[in-house]
């Protein structure tokens, strides 16, 4: 049997209204009036699609709204220096960087360490790696013990470029003290080009040989004044200068250097006092003053002991050539001398060490 469906139209006084409308709407216009049927169909359609039809959906925003979210664990890398440093030298200027001569006790004519003391050579220097420019408020003082165990002439020389431009052993502009003892003089030059001149000199000196003698230098800029022992000599400069190393020779003897002191400055350890309190500092060993010289910037401190020696590099003469030199931008060997590094390298499987170098042999040699 089949389905019958009842459908009831019950109209609204609202569709009553309206179908009366549309028949007065329809006479006006003279077009003929909707039916009785056709007024029924239409309400009837009109409450299906209100009961069968979906509604509209609104349509869904999708705004953003802001907020905090877990991350996923991270893991974080940090950067990790190499384990790798090089030192090179090709020996352009004649200068050897970062390395240091370690002379053999054979062929004596050369400047070396031994026992505990500096040994002058041929005219050969140690001079400051450093530069101190003297001045009124900064004067430089050099001060040292020497013993002269012939009759040679030590040089203590400041404003220098530490090369050996003149003569095979001395710079073209510097101050150069010489304290002659064959002559007995103590003389201050001034060298302006290659040139030199005395600007203050004493001679008839009376100072004992082998014994240990108080050299001190100071130059404030314009005046140099050299003490030795009871005698004193000051001298005025006037040239100009562009480097300002300072350093000590000699001429062809074994003079003998120990407890060499460069001091930049006048407010720190003069004359073993410390001026800010007063108190007396000769007994500050040496590590302390080499702290105190390397914090401030102010100087050097060298007793040569255990045989080596601070801040100061050797700078060799041209003359006598049975010792290790550089020259011609080259490192010229001597007799079984070493350039050894400041640094120290440990080779390691994972860090292992590689030394290269170009040699070229001019006669048997090792």
């Known amino acids: 049997m089949g389905t019958r469906f009842l459908v009831v139209f019950h109209p609204s006084p609202m569709s009553l209204r309206t179908n009366r409308e549309s028949h007065d709407s329809s006479i006006e216009n003279g077009s003929p009036p909707p039916s009785l049927l056709q007024s029924i169909a239409a309400g009837i359609a009109s409450q299906y699609r209100k009961l069968c039809e979906p509604s509209p959906q609104k349509r869904r925003r999708h705004g953003y709204r802001p907020g905090i979210e877990q991350l996923e664990d991270r893991r974080m890398l940090s950067a990790v220096p190499l384990d790798f440093s090089m030192l090179s030298n090709t020996f352009a200027g004649d200068v050897a960087a970062e390395v240091s001569v370690v002379e053999s006790?054979?062929?004596?004519?050369?400047?070396?360490?031994?026992?505990?003391?500096?040994?002058?050579?041929?005219?050969?220097s140690l001079v400051s790696q450093a530069e101190f420019q003297p001045s009124a408020e900064k004067p430089l003082t050099v001060s040292m013990k020497a013993r002269f165990v012939n009759q040679d002439s030590l040089y203590v020389f400041t404003r220098s470029e530490g090369s050996t431009a003149v003569g095979g052993y001395r710079s073209a502009n510097e101050v150069r003290v010489e304290l002659d003892m064959a002559a007995k003089a103590l003389r201050i030059y001034e060298s302006q080009g290659g040139s030199l001149s005395i600007i203050g000199q004493q001679a008839n000196l009376d100072l004992p040989m082998h014994e240990d003698l108080d050299v001190t230098l100071v130059d404030d800029g314009t005046t140099v004044t050299v003490t030795v022992g009871q005698y004193s000599v000051s001298g005025e400069t006037t040239g100009s200068y562009s480097g300002f190393k300072t350093g000590v020779s000699n001429w062809s003897g074994r003079t003998v250097v120990d407890d060499y002191v460069i001091r930049h400055g006048t407010d720190t350890m003069q004359d073993g006092t410390d001026e800010a309190n007063g108190t007396d500092d000769t007994a500050a060993n040496t590590e302390e003053v080499d702290t105190v010289f390397a914090d401030?910037?102010?100087?050097?401190?060298?007793?040569?002991?255990?045989?080596?020696?601070?801040?100061?590099?050797?700078?060799?003469?041209n003359h006598e050539n049975s010792r290790i030199q550089v020259a011609n931008e080259e490192l010229v060997m001597g007799v079984r001398d070493s350039a050894v590094s400041e640094e120290e390298f440990e080779p390691t499987a994972s860090s292992p060490l590689e030394v290269s170098m170009k040699a070229r042999f001019v006669n048997q040699d090792s």
């Open 105 to 124: 006790g054979h062929e004596n004519v050369r400047m070396q360490i031994a026992n505990e003391e500096l040994v002058m050579g041929v005219r050969d």
């Open 296 to 317: 401030l910037g102010r100087g050097a401190w060298n007793p040569f002991d255990n045989n080596t020696v601070d801040s100061l590099a050797f700078v060799l003469s």
